[in-house]
């Protein structure tokens, strides 16, 4: 069976490091994890006021979790938490009252920043939020990365050794956790 895997990039930037990383570990996955994008640019700022008619582009991100087996957050930390982008995409999501699209859904984190605690604190926030959220999140491995550009390619090429080793066995477990969660708490069809 191959699970489907609908992956956030937090960041809006056009050259972001972890885009580049998502590809990395796209490239290094198990091969029964098959990954679509959930764009997260294109939305509104959230209001309540469209919980009686959501836009377009909130129902198209409603459809895209819905058909996901699984949801992994590629993402910066901004300000010690993460960019406002991301959880306005959480909250779309999240809402109407009752439509929690990431109740009991399988989730990982994992992040990418120049800095050497790489994106630690913000990634304790998008967990705080997901849990809120009653998403079924992997705790283990923690993933913080300090990105370090020559050691990854523009397609997503691991250069290093050991880096390559460590993202291979985080997909790797992140893997066996869809697998595990979906056998007690399967999607709803
Ligand atoms: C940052 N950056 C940053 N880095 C970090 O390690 N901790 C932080 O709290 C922040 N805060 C922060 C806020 C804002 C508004 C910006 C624009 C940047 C730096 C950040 O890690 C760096 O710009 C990364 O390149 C962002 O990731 P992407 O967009 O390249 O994927």
């Known amino acids: 069976m191959t699970y ?3 992956y ?12 580049t990383l998502s590809k ?5 996955a198990p091969e029964d994890l098959s990954f679509t994008e959930i764009p997260i640019g294109n939305l ?11 836009p377009p582009e909130a129902t198209a991100l409603k459809e895209a979790i819905a058909g996901s087996d699984a949801v992994l957050f590629v993402t910066p930390e901004y300000n010690r938490s993460i960019p406002g982008a991301l959880k306005n995409a959480i909250d779309w999501a999240s809402r109407p009252w009752g439509k929690n699209s990431f109740h009991h859904i399988p989730a990982a984190v994992i992040g990418a920043s120049p800095g050497l605690i790489g994106t630690a604190v913000g990634q304790q926030s998008l967990r705080a939020v997901l849990g809120f959220c009653n ?12 990105f370090k550009p020559d050691l990854y390619g ?3 090429e691991v250069f290093d050794e050991a ?3 460590f993202l291979s066995a985080f997909m790797a477990e992140f893997r066996d956790h869809v697998a595990r969660v979906l056998t007690v708490l399967p999607r709803p069809a």
């Open 135 to 146: 998403a079924r999140q992997m705790t283990s491995p923690e993933a913080y990365i300090q």
């Open 44 to 54: 509104p700022l959230y209001s309540p006021d469209y919980d009686s008619a959501y």
């Open 24 to 28: 990395a570990l796209i490239r290094l």
């Open 163 to 165: 880096t390559a080793a």
């Open 8 to 19: 956030f990039i937090g960041s809006l930037s056009s050259a972001s490091i972890n885009r």
């Open 4 to 6: 489907q895997v609908g």
């Open 154 to 156: 523009a397609d997503g």
